[in-house]
């Protein structure tokens, strides 16, 4: 993976108070634009997405939303992400994803979130959360190849570096939902190995040599190939 640019900044991280089941959703492409600011860009606390966000409150695989969410942040950490790209990590599934539908946080307040965790890891979340899979997930490793909106219906091309970035939070995360349940392992993990093996181009090499430890032959006879057009279920 080509080298990125590290994220500065420390400080508090800002209550945002809002429903957790919020589903809103606001128009625009990818990535909408945000005000400038010359304020150092604030790293949220540990315990801020369980805490402010009531993450913790929300069943998932492992556990809970917010235990997942500092897993995979500690995950790309262990692979070495920049700071920005940890960030995203710790918050990709604020505004829902393609498959967990609830939103943390709705789509017309994307600034605050922006405010806590910068704009650069704000965008990389909404990137991430913003996927149409079925559509985009097939051909994600070409850079000729659209990347499918679904809260907008447009589509965009990513820069390579967005693209890779986006394979890195989405193998931390399918690689956590694997490690800490068997049952999504024995059912997807066939998929997933097929998916980041045709997306490997695109992943760190600690990271593909996770996916290839963590997602080969996790089900004895379990069948080979590429994922179904409908893409690969997740959690995450």
């Known amino acids: 993976m080509a080298a990125r640019a590290g994220l500065t900044g420390a400080g508090r991280a800002a209550s945002i108070g809002a429903d957790p089941t919020a589903e ?6 990818w990535p909408c634009p945000l005000p400038r600011r010359t304020r150092p860009q604030p790293t ?6 369980n805490r402010e966000r009531g993450a913790g409150r ?12 500092r897993r995979v942040h500690s995950q790309l950490a262990t692979w070495g992400a920049r700071p920005a790209l ?19 946080l709705p789509l017309p307040r994307r600034a ?3 405010a806590v ?4 890891a704000e965008e990389l979340v909404y990137l991430y959360a913003s996927c149409d899979r079925p559509a985009t ?3 994600l490793a070409d850079p000729e190849a659209p990347f499918h909106d679904r809260f ?11 693209r890779r970035d986006f394979a890195e939070i989405s193998a931390a995360n399918e690689l956590d939902l694997a490690a800490h349940d068997p049952d999504f392992l024995a059912a997807h993990g066939p998929d997933l190995l097929a998916l980041f093996t045709r997306v490997s181009s695109l992943l760190s090499p600690a990271a593909w040599a996770d996916c290839q430890a963590v997602l080969a032959d996790p089900l004895p006879g379990s069948p080979e190939g590429p994922p179904p057009p409908c893409g690969v279920p997740s959690a995450g």
């Open 24 to 29: 809103e959703r606001t128009p625009g492409p």
């Open 44 to 49: 949220p606390s540990r315990s801020w997405a």
């Open 58 to 69: 929300l069943p998932h695989p492992g556990g809970d939303l917010a235990t997942h969410l």
């Open 86 to 104: 940890r960030l995203a990590g710790l918050c990709h599934a604020f505004y829902g994803t393609d498959g967990f539908p609830t939103a943390l």
């Open 112 to 114: 605050e979130l922006a």
């Open 117 to 120: 965790i910068g704009e650069e």
């Open 137 to 139: 997930y097939p051909r």
């Open 152 to 162: 907008t219906g447009t589509t965009t091309l990513p820069s390579l570096a967005a």
